[in-house]
């Protein structure tokens, strides 16, 4: 279904009829460990002193929230990816085969609104919920190899910087896209910083609502096990305090409440080119450098399906293929989502957010419930029926996914007033196996699971 293949070495971009990026995975950074130590930036984690009954005051964490809701409790693969300035320094992995540091700048999207947060017990919040972003935490990898340097007068110690830049509304591009492969038409959305606040000489974007600077001493650094394809890296958490507030609307656009983090580092000792920065092969290298990474997730050849405007939750970067101001055919530049991936990139974040006087009644209203397939087993180009209720009304969008999230048929849109309907759905093409149907729109969205026998 995704229409771009792409490698990291080849920088060139040829058009094939599908738009994705394929994703070289290193075994020597499946390996991921987490440490007791938590490092708390700007003050102390949010306390909240006291709420009222209708107040909301938790972390989210939209990939476990995900795993439960759209995954069904299926679990993915979790690595380390190191970000650097720029494209100067290489890695060497076990198998001799050097490669060029590809990622610049990671973040990640948030968006309330997303009913997967159900499956874990989090309530969804509404598009008139403004919140206070009040903590965000994530895992990162701080391996440091470089205590001093005589930079030219002498000695002294290294201190290198990473960058949280936060963002609302204001500050981020809504994108839509197509698969011009995919038969029917199904409209994508993803979102991430905007494309004309971003520079390439500091990575920075200038949209950003507040940026919080980390300078990076010896106390901040984790812990590397060298060995080889075996290698183990050793993250810590890092805890910080926005304290920063949505927007919220009343009419459109739905996506006003979403709010944004990117991350960027730079270190104090800068690679020329052809230098490496590790290697896992057992060969010695003789400069020395400070690197910093985050942790992600994949499930190998799954794709995040983001077809409503109501739940952008999308891991975003930066790499080699528009870090220097290219675009990405007609629709991506600066930034591109994870979800273009072969397979889909996910950051691991918790937001903690604080919203009051929350009413509920919206969202009761939104609900699409009671998804139920019969016959179930079906057979293979027969055709099955979907009664499902809503409880007001939407528009409609159906979708047979593979359990890996690949879609196998898509239905067009289809408009239903509040009370239970049924729909018609054929089976022709499927081959014998488990599929989910999906059922989404504006009210919300809802599962089931259909047998081909």
Avoid: C
């Amino acid at each position: 279904m995704k229409k771009l293949l792409l490698t990291m070495s080849a920088i060139t971009l040829v058009f094939t009829g599908v738009f994705a990026q394929q994703l070289e995975v290193h075994p020597e950074l499946g390996n991921v460990q987490v440490t007791n130590k938590t490092h708390i930036v700007s003050g102390s984690k949010h306390q909240v002193t006291s709420r009222g009954a209708n107040d909301v005051s938790t972390w989210y964490n939209f990939l476990g929230s995900y795993k439960e809701g759209t995954l069904l409790g299926q679990s993915l693969k979790s690595y380390a990816n190191f970000i650097w300035p720029d494209t100067t320094g290489y890695v060497v992995y076990s198998d001799g085969t050097k490669s060029k540091m590809g990622f610049h700048v990671w973040g990640s999207t948030f968006d309330p609104k997303d009913t997967n947060y159900a499956a874990t017990g989090e309530t969804v919040l509404t598009k008139f919920n403004p919140y206070t972003l009040d903590s965000l935490q994530f895992l990162k990898f701080y391996v440091r190899q470089l205590d001093s340097f005589d930079f030219g007068a002498g000695k002294v110690e290294v201190i290198d910087t990473a960058y949280i830049q936060y963002y609302d509304i204001t500050g981020l591009d809504v994108k839509t896209f197509v698969y011009t492969s995919q038969i029917p038409k199904v409209t994508y959305y993803a979102a991430y910083p905007k494309e004309a606040g971003f520079s390439t000489k500091s990575l920075l974007n200038s949209t950003a609502i507040k940026t919080d600077t980390i300078l990076l001493d010896k106390s901040w650094a984790d812990s590397v096990d060298y060995n080889g394809a075996n290698t183990s890296f050793f993250g810590s958490y890092v805890i910080l305090a926005p304290g920063l507030t949505s927007k919220s609307t009343n009419t459109l656009p739905v996506t006003n409440n979403l709010m944004a983090y990117s991350i960027t580092y730079k270190p104090m000792r800068k690679t020329n080119l052809g230098d490496t920065l590790i290697a896992y092969d057992g060969s010695t290298w003789s400069k020395k450098f400070n690197m910093f990474g985050l942790q992600y997730q994949i499930l190998d050849q799954h794709d995040q399906l983001i077809t409503t405007p109501y739940r952008i939750n999308n891991t975003f970067v930066s790499n080699f293929e528009v870090r220097y101001g290219q675009s990405i055919g007609s629709v991506f530049k600066s930034y591109i989502p994870g979800t273009i991936f072969s397979s889909t990139l996910f950051q691991n974040v918790y937001w903690h957010i604080t919203t009051s006087n929350l009413s509920n009644k919206e969202f009761g209203n939104n609900g699409i419930t009671g998804a139920a397939v019969y016959p179930n087993p079906a057979s293979a180009n027969s055709s099955v029926d979907v009664a499902f209720s809503l409880n007001k009304s939407s528009d409609v969008i159906t979708t047979i996914t593979d359990l890996n999230g690949k879609v196998v048929k898509a239905f067009g849109a289809k408009t239903f007033g509040a009370g239970t309907h049924t729909m018609n759905l054929n089976t022709q093409e499927l081959s014998k196996g488990m599929y989910l149907v999906i059922l989404e729109g504006s009210a919300g969205k809802t599962t089931a699971k259909l047998s081909i026998q």
